[in-house]
């Protein structure tokens, strides 16, 4: 009896010893496959920052060409159409024309979505459920995908009204308004020049740059929110500061889109 005591003893014992063992490998285990994950979520989220800080820097330029053809418009306006000007100069020719060339041109914001994506067909997003980077990033390209039709919508009616402008002037004025300096100064060339300017759908195209000016606001909020996830990102932060939750939760909760995806 005192044998098979001994005998159970130590098998007991050798049990319990592979069963530590096994727990402590699938402890290794887990421990290594986290910091993997980790590891790659990691490198996913600054694969996001970098694509948002590229984003960033052509919404500023974008941002940067509204509201200068606005305020151009709103030049024209006052010193051109409002009253007439009897004579212009080759500076005049060259300011209105080329502030029409560039408001008639389109001006797209493409984001680059290609890692935000990959992020949510991975196994990671989850990672970062309930937390406020999780909130901003959906918020952000939530955002993204408003100015996206908005432009597009905007385009199609510049695009539309540029079209019918063409047709109208196609043969009797067209290439003097756009390019006023390959033609020779004369009485005639002010004159044609001038009734072009004054003509109701030509002012009515230009003051689609109005409408370009009020949407530099969109850029702004865009930069807001791409800015300050790259810096959540490059501080390893998940949680907004106080002062941030201030400024950001009428954004935050603002957006439908973000309310389902979370």
Do not use: C
């Not at 509201?67 to 060259?94: C, H, P, Q, W």
């Amino acid at each position: 009896d005192n044998q098979f005591l001994k005998y159970g003893r130590y098998a007991i014992g050798e049990i319990v010893l592979v069963v530590v063992g096994i727990l402590i490998a699938l402890y290794i285990n887990n421990w290594n496959e986290e910091r993997i994950q980790s590891k790659e979520l990691d490198e996913l989220m600054k694969s996001i920052s970098s694509a948002i800080q590229s984003d960033v820097k052509y919404l500023d330029l974008i941002r940067t060409g509204r509201e200068n053809i606005g305020e151009r418009t709103d030049s024209i306006f006052n010193t051109y159409i409002d009253k007439k000007v009897n004579s212009l100069t080759f500076e005049d020719y060259a300011y209105v024309s080329n502030s029409f060339v560039d408001l008639t041109s389109m001006i797209y914001y493409q984001p680059n979505t290609g890692s935000f994506e990959a992020l949510k067909n991975s196994i990671y997003l989850s990672k970062l459920q309930g937390t406020d980077i999780e909130l901003l990033l959906h918020t952000y390209y939530a955002s993204a995908e408003r100015i996206v039709k908005i432009e597009e919508e905007y385009n199609q009616r510049l695009k539309g009204d540029y079209q019918n402008w063409t047709n109208e002037f196609r043969n009797r004025g067209m290439d003097l308004f756009e390019r006023p300096w390959a033609h020779k100064e004369t009485k005639e060339k002010q004159d044609q020049f001038q009734e072009v300017l004054h003509t109701e759908s030509t002012t009515t195209l230009i003051s689609k740059g109005f409408e370009e000016k009020d949407m530099t606001g969109l850029y702004d909020l865009q930069i807001t929110l791409g800015e300050k996830f790259v810096e959540m990102v490059e501080n390893k932060q998940k949680e907004f500061d106080e002062q941030t939750r201030i400024d950001l939760s009428g954004v935050l909760n603002s957006y439908d889109e973000v309310n389902e995806l979370n």
